[in-house]
């Protein structure tokens, strides 16, 4: 794996005169010389236009040999494909740190990103796509010239909404950069072809030992959290390449799943997979996207269904040593004064005998009795005292010990909809529905007595009724009879695509509404609470910016 990125330093004397962030990667693969070879010449010092001069994820090398068999009819078959992508992902990737501010990109997240380094380069970028796909990419200053050549001459929409979108300057104002031309000094600077991160990474980069049992933990919304293990073996002849067989259960209750699954390790740390349920159609298969930490003993990232990057699972896996470990609890929420309440402590290698003086979730919590007990499961009963004092508290179980594993509290100040603001797309008829999933969380506000500061207690999901209401836009709004419909669960479907001849004007059916969430406490005289969250229901998704679905 080593051998093409160490050859890059090995340069003749033509190259060793170039800037170090500007001298390209070596490259010698027989089969990336054949199939690409037609358009990218390769120099005396084995450099290939173009390509020996940018750095990418898997999904950013996918998408050009992708976009070169549609465009530029490359004949390659699916083993070829995959061998090109894994050579120039293992050579010419990105180290885990420069991966790292991009993530949300890779694992398909529906986030609110602000790039705070140039706000003129975010606009001009994120007219058509996420930033994420720009922080994804290291190039020299030319490739970045080249890139956006590449925009114009492709997309020629892109030239005015991106690039020449804004008015002259006035004339008696100071000369100001086109927008090209700042993204130009901008992204060549910040994100060069040679930096630090790689020079480090690349140097001690080597396939990844993930063979064995792991622990998994993770947060579906909707569903809640899950607990279970993952076993990985390695495929037969490779380095790279593993099977896995995940088994979990959600803390809420329900019937144990069971994932296999298959995947490749880029670059020494990016994982990447599909995994589908035993006895299921393939069309319920997740694709993985996880990131190895460095020491090889934890993994986290997402799984979500390829089709729709709103259906997904956040995930954390942890190496299983010989000793007892613990990975989460359910409830995490204890409200004081409760008597007989069933805990669920997960984890691996827990004592199968464990006794109730065994398991301390500290000061104002009493452990009644053990109801049972295996290596990756314990449950207990527990009495709150009613003067418990309201924080979190760690967990000693079994020789294994879980920091803020609890919170012990006297009342929910607040609840919070997550996320705070979503985005769903009416379809059904021509192209598919973009759904939204919405959570609850109670919160207890503190020692300070203020809401939404650092010293804020999160007590977990909580039971809600959920309702629509009008986000007043204009005269006499009626979203909230025509975007679509919220069920008990949380969950959004949007509705048709339109033209809507019932709604006035026969508009289609799109707008912004509340999405809101009643909580009641317990006991006599409580005050309900509520939370709300801006749902923007949009016109369906035509077309997707996004040349790794583009079909070869």
């Known amino acids: 794996m080593l051998a093409g ?230 495929v037969p002849g490779t380095d790279d390449e593993f099977t896995s067989r995940a088994t979990y259960r959600y803390a809420s209750g329900g019937a144990l799943v069971t994932r296999d699954g298959r995947s490749v390790v880029y670059t020494g740390h990016q994982w990447r997979g599909r995994s589908t349920p035993a006895g299921m159609p393939p069309d319920s298969s997740m694709r993985e996207v996880v990131s190895v930490e460095p020491g090889w003993q934890e993994m986290s990232g997402r799984w979500f269904r390829g089709g729709y990057d709103e259906f997904g699972m956040d995930v954390k896996l942890t190496r299983v040593s010989p000793g007892a470990a613990i990975a989460g609890v359910s409830p995490v929420g204890l409200r004081a004064g409760s008597r007989d309440v069933e805990v669920t402590v997960f984890g691996a290698n827990l004592p199968r005998a464990a006794t109730a003086a065994s398991v301390d979730f500290g000061p104002g919590i009493t452990v009644t009795r053990v109801v049972r007990s295996s290596p990756d499961e314990m449950v207990v009963r527990v009495n709150v005292d009613s003067s418990a004092r309201t924080g979190q508290r760690d967990l000693f179980a079994g020789g294994a010990s879980l920091r803020n594993a609890v919170v012990a509290y006297s009342r929910i100040d607040r609840i919070k909809v997550t996320p705070q603001s979503n985005m769903a797309r009416a379809g059904g008829v021509r192209v598919p529905k973009m759904f939204a999933q919405f959570e609850a969380w109670g919160y207890v506000n503190g020692a300070d007595g203020k809401p939404d500061t650092d010293d804020d207690l999160n007590v977990g999901t909580v039971p809600v009724r959920w309702g629509l209401e009008e986000y007043g836009v204009t005269f006499k709004d009626d979203d909230t009879q025509y975007v679509g419909a919220l069920d008990q669960r949380g969950f959004f479907t949007p509705n048709v695509d339109g033209p809507n001849p019932a709604r006035k004007g026969s508009r289609n059916n799109i707008g912004d509404v509340w999405v809101v969430a009643t909580y009641t406490p317990e006991g006599a005289n409580a005050r309900a609470l509520k939370g709300r969250s801006l749902l923007i229901v949009t016109v369906p998704l035509y077309m997707r910016w996004e040349p790794s679905r583009t079909a070869p």
């Open 5 to 234: 990125v160490m050859s890059a330093g090995l340069m003749s004397s033509p190259a060793r005169a170039q800037r170090p962030d500007t001298t390209g990667f070596e490259i010698t693969d027989p089969l990336v010389l054949r199939k690409c070879g037609g358009c990218h010449k390769t120099d005396s010092t084995n450099r290939v236009a173009r390509l020996s001069y940018l750095r990418k994820t898997p999904e950013g090398w996918e998408a050009s040999v992708r976009r070169m068999a549609s465009l530029n009819s490359v004949k390659i078959d699916p083993a070829e494909a995959r061998s090109i992508v894994k050579y120039f992902a293992n050579r010419q990737g990105l180290a885990p740190a420069e991966v790292a501010p991009g993530r949300f990109e890779t694992e398909r997240r529906l986030v609110e990103y602000r790039y705070a380094a140039d706000g003129q380069t975010e606009r001009t970028c994120r007219a058509c796509h996420s930033l994420g796909r720009v922080i994804l990419q290291r190039r020299t200053k030319s490739e970045w010239e080249l890139l956006i050549a590449t925009h114009r001459g492709y997309y020629p929409g892109s030239d005015f909404q991106a690039f020449r979108r804004m008015a002259p300057p006035a004339p008696d104002s100071a000369p100001q950069p086109h927008p090209m031309d700042q993204a130009i000094g901008h992204l060549s600077r910040a994100f060069p072809l040679r930096t630090p991160e790689w020079t480090a990474w690349s140097a001690t980069m080597r396939p990844a030992p993930l063979e064995g049992a792991w622990s998994l933990a993770g947060h579906e919304p909707g569903r809640g959290a899950f607990f279970g293990r993952m076993v990985i073996s390695k």
